[in-house]
């Protein structure tokens, strides 16, 4: 267990929609990232919060964005869905020490998209 | 482009054998890599990790790996697996200059043979 806990655990949706996936860091973690991860692929980077702001963006279109608050707890909005936004959803926490970073990951949001 | 590699996407062995997986990386600079672990219906956790200093690194449940810079690779070892060990296997690297984000690789499935 690593105390980062997600929610919802599975969701569906029709092309068009929007979604919001909710994330709670570990205590003492004050950067969250998330990642997209598909059917027999490796988790894809989206973003990263840290303190608030965010600190670093993957290859992903604007209309997925995100939240961080103060609590440290996060949150990923995507809006306009398509098919293939499908996927496991992935929030990790971490402490950002400069150029020493572990992170930690949640159990996924399974995302459907009809 | 950054890059993660890694070769064996599947590989299947008996009770005792040994295990490498391989992992390369095309980023320059100063890097901090990791290998994780996906058992099936969990979620990623870490099994080791290498900042600097000794460049072979000892993690849980009996992994170890090691960094070759000059190869620039992170290759995953254990001298003897166990049926519990069959789980989904991802090398990730953040590279600490430029852009600041983790790229991870596309998994390697590892079935142990009871």
């Known amino acids: 267990e690593t105390g980062v806990t997600q929610s919802p655990t599975h969701l569906i949706k029709t092309r068009g929609q929007q979604v919001t996936l909710r994330c709670s860091s570990q205590?003492?973690?004050?950067?969250v990232s998330w990642y997209q991860q598909a059917l027999g692929q490796g988790p894809q980077f989206i973003f990263q919060?840290?303190?608030?702001?965010?600190?670093g963006r993957g290859n992903f279109p604007p209309r997925f964005s995100g939240l961080q608050f103060p609590n440290y707890s996060s949150e990923l909005n995507v809006n306009a869905l398509e098919l293939d936004d499908s996927a496991l959803y992935l929030c990790?926490?971490?402490?950002?020490?400069?150029?020493?970073?572990?992170?930690?990951f949640g159990p996924g949001t399974r995302l459907l998209v009809l | 482009a950054q890059s993660v590699s890694q070769h064996n996407h599947h590989v299947i062995l008996s009770e005792a054998a040994s295990l490498e997986l391989g992992c390369n990386y095309s980023?320059?600079?100063?890097?901090?890599l990791f290998w994780y672990v996906q058992y099936p219906g969990q979620h990623l956790q870490l099994l080791l990790k290498?900042?600097?200093?000794?460049?072979l690194v000892k993690g849980i449940k009996g992994f170890e790996a090691e960094f070759i810079k000059s190869k620039f690779s992170f290759n995953l070892r254990k001298p003897s697996v166990q049926w519990s060990d069959t789980a989904e296997y991802f090398c990730?690297?953040?590279?600490?200059?430029?852009?600041?984000?983790?790229?991870f690789g596309t998994g390697t499935r590892l079935k142990v043979l009871a």
């Open positions: 990730a690297v953040i590279s600490t200059s430029g852009t600041y984000k983790y790229i």
């Open positions: 990790a926490s971490s402490l950002f020490r400069g150029n020493q970073e572990t992170q930690y």
């Open positions: 290498y900042f600097s200093g000794d460049p």
């Open positions: 919060y840290y303190r608030e702001e965010e600190n």
């Open positions: 980023y320059g600079g100063t890097v901090n």
């Open positions: 205590s003492g973690h004050n950067t």
